[in-house]
C-alpha cells in the first residue's frame, strides 16, 4: 500500500512538471546558402518542426530569434518567464541536410539530429526530430510509420515497407463441428501482406491443419502508428474439414450425423464451406523489414457441422523487393473502402 501511495505522488509530480512548465522555441537557424534553400523553405521548416511540438508539449511560446549555439539560446532564455528552451539548426553536406536540435535550461541539455537526403524529405525528418526532441528521446525509439525518411529507405534495413511475405505456425482449438473430439492441432500456414496509408492493412493466406485447410481475406485496423502496434480485424474465406470417416464411425463421436448420411446417401464425412474470422493480436517492429505478429483468431465454417475453432499463431513477415520508382499507394479503390470501413 505504501509503494502505491508513494507511485501515485510521483506520477502526480510528474504531471503537475508537465503542466507548469514553459518552452521557449526560437526560429530555426539555418547556414545553409539561399539557392539551395532559401527563406520560405526555412519558414516552412520551422512551422513543422512547431506542429510536431504541439502533438507532444502543451506550453509554447514561440520566438523570431534564432540562436546557433547554448549560450545564445540561455540568453534568450532569461529574457522571458519560460522553463525550458528549443532552438534548430540547418546546416548542408554535400546534397545532404542536417536539421539538428536541442531543448535545454541551466542545468541540463538533450540533442538530437537527423539528415535528410533533399528538401521534399524534410516533412518526414521534422515530424521525427520533433517528436524526439519533445520526448527526449533518440530517433530511433520515435520511429514510426509516418516519420520515416529516405535515407532509411535506401538502407539495407529499410523500414518502410507495405508490402510482406509471411509464414506463420501455431494450434488450432476446435470449439466444435468435425473435429470436435480432438484437443489441439498443429497449424502452418503463408500469407501476403498489404499495409495502406490508412493505418489499415490487408492480409491474404493460406492455411492448414490435420484438421483443416483454407484459405481467407482479411483486413485489419492498427491502434497506433508505432513499432509496438495492436490491431484488430475480421475477414472471409474458403475452408474445408481433411476427415472422411463412415456413417458408422461418425456416429461414434455424433449421434446425429449418421441420419445427414442416410439422408444424402453419402457415406464420406467431408466438410467445407465459407468461413468467417475474428481476430485481434499485435505486429511487433512494425517499421522494419522483417516483423512479427502475434494473433488469436476465432474461425467459424458455415457449413453442415458449424464447424469452428479458435487459432492462435505467430508470422514472420519480410518485405517484398520493390522497384526504385515505387508508387506507394497501389491499389487506391482498395485503401478508399477500407477506410470507409473504420471511419
Given amino acids: 500500500m505504501k509503494n502505491l501511495i508513494f507511485y501515485i505522488i510521483i506520477i502526480s509530480v510528474i504531471f503537475a512538471y508537465d503542466e507548469t512548465t514553459k518552452i521557449l522555441v526560437l526560429k530555426t537557424h539555418s547556414t545553409i546558402d539561399a539557392k539551395h534553400l532559401d527563406e520560405s523553405d526555412v519558414s516552412t521548416i520551422n512551422m513543422l518542426f512547431v506542429e510536431g511540438l504541439n502533438d507532444y508539449i502543451k506550453n509554447i511560446e514561440t520566438s523570431s530569434i534564432s540562436c546557433n549555439d547554448d549560450i545564445c539560446a540561455l540568453e534568450e532564455l532569461s ?6 528552451v528549443i532552438y534548430t539548426r540547418l546546416q548542408k553536406l554535400g546534397s545532404k541536410i542536417i536539421f539538428s536540435g536541442s531543448i535545454l535550461d541551466t542545468n541540463s541539455v538533450f540533442e538530437s539530429r537527423a539528415t ?12 521525427r526530430l520533433s517528436k524526439s526532441i519533445a520526448l527526449k528521446e533518440s530517433l530511433e525509439e520515435v520511429a514510426d510509420i509516418d516519420n520515416i525518411i529516405e535515407k532509411e529507405e535506401e538502407e539495407p534495413m529499410r523500414r518502410t515497407s507495405l508490402s510482406r511475405l509471411g509464414l506463420n505456425a501455431g494450434y488450432l482449438f476446435p470449439l466444435g463441428g468435425t473435429f470436435h473430439n480432438e484437443s489441439q492441432m498443429l497449424k502452418f500456414g503463408a500469407s501476403y501482406y498489404y499495409e495502406f496509408q490508412n493505418n489499415t492493412a490487408l492480409i491474404a493466406e493460406g492455411e492448414m491443419s490435420s484438421g483443416m485447410i483454407g484459405l481467407g481475406l482479411s483486413i485489419l485496423k492498427f491502434t497506433n502508428i508505432v513499432d509496438t502496434s495492436p490491431f484488430y480485424g475480421f475477414g472471409l474465406g474458403l475452408h474445408s474439414g481433411l476427415y472422411s470417416f463412415s456413417s458408422e464411425e461418425c456416429a461414434y463421436w455424433d449421434d446425429n450425423c449418421s441420419d445427414d448420411y442416410n439422408s444424402t446417401n453419402d457415406d464420406s464425412f467431408r466438410t ?3 468461413s468467417l474470422n475474428i481476430q485481434g493480436g499485435v505486429m511487433l517492429y512494425r517499421t522494419y523489414d522483417v516483423n512479427v505478429l502475434a494473433r488469436a483468431k476465432y474461425l467459424h465454417i458455415f457449413n453442415s457441422d458449424s464447424d469452428h475453432a479458435l487459432i492462435i499463431d505467430i508470422i514472420f513477415q519480410k ?3 520493390e522497384r526504385k520508382n515505387k508508387v506507394r499507394n497501389r491499389y487506391p479503390i482498395l485503401e478508399l473502402i477500407f477506410g470507409n470501413i473504420w471511419q
Avoid at 529574457?79 to 525550458?84: A, G, M
Avoid at 535528410?116 to 515530424?127: F, K, S, Y
Fill in 116 to 127: 535528410a537526403m533533399n528538401v521534399e524529405d524534410m516533412e518526414q525528418v521534422c515530424r
Fill in 319 to 321: 518485405k517484398m523487393k
Fill in 272 to 274: 467445407s464451406g465459407l
Fill in 79 to 84: 529574457k522571458t518567464e519560460n522553463n525550458q
